[in-house]
């Protein structure tokens, strides 16, 4: 309550970018002390077997993870000692490249959202190894790898030799790789997502994970409803089942804005992500699981804050759920706060086991801890 109340009031009198910046550069200089993993795990830590998934050849101490973007590799050790049981890292991008111009990322306080307009800022494929590598292989968590196209591949119609290039680079470090082609703010990286496109990047992508002869998994992150028709879903659907893909994220951001948004800012140029975008991305994952009748797993990511969100992307199917705003707005016990009150209600209720109540639509489960949570 601290934090959201009355420390991030003030930290938002500052730019949020170089805000982002600072606090990455403050982590990654602390977790350089002996014993700060030790100081963290001791204050942010909660584990419980309940709370505990398998998928995707893994073991996720929880269902929750940090959402791509946040992080290219920097401090990424510290982020995940707030509690995350996994994390994207990326989005990477072959090439070193600027970005969108600034100001690219903009706060929405009294409406909990966020309007990013970055397009993929990156130092390219050498930081992003000297990242992979010093987070090694011993984790405490599970890593996940967010590939992107560098802006000039995608305007030259050559973006699958990026995502073929970042998988030969990268897949030793990953448990699992996830396929970027959503995000709005690389003018036509979502054309990726048409049928045409994403079958010729997956055929080369699945075609070179089977060169090096890896199983590594490959998930598919795509852009909610309608920012994608039911139509465009259908598609990425059929073709990603065709290729034998593992599974999808989703969402990313959406360009719409909902009418009841009321910060200045709520116009700016980008993706919308937060409060603001739950709602489309909640319609995804519904559309998906229903279509999909659980042939491959949905990571849900969108305006997830409290437990009762990540529940309420549960009960419509999603295995796990990520977070990237509800992190900046909630703080730093965000991940402790939301496992301790997931572990309890499934204590509560006698449910041994989060993954039980996966796509089980409970209704019980849903009038009282998501309409009773809102
Ligand atoms: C500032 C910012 C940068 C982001 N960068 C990326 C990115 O590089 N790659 C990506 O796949 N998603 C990126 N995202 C999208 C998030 O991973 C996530 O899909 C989206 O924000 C919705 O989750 P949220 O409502 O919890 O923030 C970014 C989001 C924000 C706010």
């Given at each position: 309550?601290?934090?959201?109340?009355?420390?991030?009031?003030?930290?938002?009198?500052?730019?949020?970018?170089?805000?982002h910046i600072l606090a990455l550069k403050r982590l990654a200089r602390a977790q350089e002390h002996p014993g700060f993993f030790r100081l963290q795990e001791k204050v942010f830590g909660f584990e419980s077997p309940r709370l505990e998934v398998?998928?995707?050849?893994?073991?996720?101490?929880?269902?929750?993870?940090?959402?791509?973007?946040?992080?290219?590799?920097?401090?990424?050790?510290?982020?995940?000692?707030?509690?995350?049981?996994?994390?994207?890292?990326?989005?990477?991008?072959?090439?070193?490249?600027?970005?969108?111009?600034?100001?690219?990322?903009?706060?929405?306080?009294?409406?909990?959202?966020?309007?990013?307009?970055?397009?993929?800022?990156?130092?390219?494929?050498?930081?992003?190894?000297?990242?992979?590598?010093?987070?090694?292989?011993?984790?405490?968590?599970?890593?996940?790898?967010?590939?992107?196209?560098?802006?000039?591949?995608?305007?030259?119609?050559?973006?699958?030799?990026?995502?073929?290039?970042?998988?030969?680079?990268?897949?030793?470090?990953?448990?699992?790789?996830?396929?970027?082609?959503?995000?709005?703010?690389?003018?036509?990286?979502?054309?990726?997502?048409?049928?045409?496109?994403?079958?010729?990047?997956?055929?080369?992508?699945?075609?070179?994970?089977?060169?090096?002869?890896?199983?590594?998994?490959?998930?598919?992150?795509?852009?909610?409803?309608?920012?994608?028709?039911?139509d465009q879903i259908d598609k990425v659907m059929d073709v990603s089942l065709a290729y034998g893909v593992d599974g999808f994220v989703a969402t990313n951001t959406t360009l719409q804005r909902p009418l009841w948004l009321k910060s200045r800012?709520?116009?700016?140029?980008?993706?919308?992500?937060?409060?603001?975008?739950?709602?489309?991305?909640?319609?995804?994952?519904?559309?998906?699981?229903?279509?999909?009748?659980?042939?491959?797993?949905?990571?849900?990511?969108?305006?997830?804050?409290?437990?009762?969100?990540?529940?309420?992307?549960?009960?419509?199917?999603?295995?796990?759920?990520?977070?990237?705003?509800?992190?900046?707005?909630?703080?730093?016990?965000?991940?402790?706060?939301?496992?301790?009150?997931?572990?309890?209600?499934?204590?509560?209720?006698?449910?041994?086991?989060?993954?039980?109540?996966?796509?089980?639509?409970?209704?019980?489960?849903?009038?009282?801890?998501?309409?009773?949570?809102?």
């Amino acid at each position: 309550m601290l934090y959201p109340k009355f420390v991030y009031p003030i930290l938002s009198l500052f730019d949020p970018e170089k805000m982002h910046i600072l606090a990455l550069k403050r982590l990654a200089r602390a977790q350089e002390h002996p014993g700060f993993f030790r100081l963290q795990e001791k204050v942010f830590g909660f584990e419980s077997p309940r709370l505990e998934v398998k998928l995707l050849g893994q073991v996720f101490k929880s269902p929750l993870g940090l959402a791509a973007g946040f992080s290219k590799g920097l401090a990424f050790e510290s982020l995940m000692g707030f509690g995350f049981a996994f994390g994207e890292q990326g989005t990477i991008v072959p090439s070193p490249q600027e970005g969108n111009p600034l100001p690219r990322l903009h706060r929405l306080y009294r409406d909990r959202s966020l309007i990013n307009w970055m397009g993929f800022p990156d130092e390219g494929v050498g930081p992003a190894k000297e990242a992979s590598e010093r987070l090694g292989k011993n984790r405490g968590y599970v890593l996940a790898l967010n590939l992107g196209a560098n802006k000039a591949s995608v305007e030259l119609g050559r973006a699958s030799e990026d995502y073929v290039r970042l998988i030969v680079e990268f897949c030793e470090y990953a448990d699992f790789i996830v396929i970027n082609v959503s995000s709005p703010n690389t003018a036509r990286l979502r054309e990726l997502q048409g049928r045409e496109a994403l079958a010729e990047l997956l055929f080369q992508v699945l075609a070179t994970l089977d060169r090096l002869g890896t199983t590594k998994k490959v998930l598919i992150k795509i852009a909610p409803y309608p920012d994608l028709s039911w139509d465009q879903i259908d598609k990425v659907m059929d073709v990603s089942l065709a290729y034998g893909v593992d599974g999808f994220v989703a969402t990313n951001t959406t360009l719409q804005r909902p009418l009841w948004l009321k910060s200045r800012n709520r116009n700016q140029r980008g993706g919308l992500s937060g409060r603001g975008l739950k709602l489309y991305s909640l319609k995804t994952v519904r559309y998906l699981s229903e279509r999909l009748q659980g042939k491959v797993p949905i990571i849900a990511v969108g305006g997830i804050f409290t437990w009762g969100d990540l529940l309420e992307y549960a009960l419509l199917g999603a295995s796990l759920g990520e977070s990237y705003t509800g992190f900046v707005y909630q703080g730093p016990f965000m991940v402790k706060d939301l496992k301790r009150g997931l572990d309890k209600m499934l204590e509560m209720e006698g449910i041994a086991s989060f993954q039980e109540i996966v796509g089980s639509k409970d209704r019980y489960l849903y009038e009282k801890y998501v309409l009773g949570d809102k």
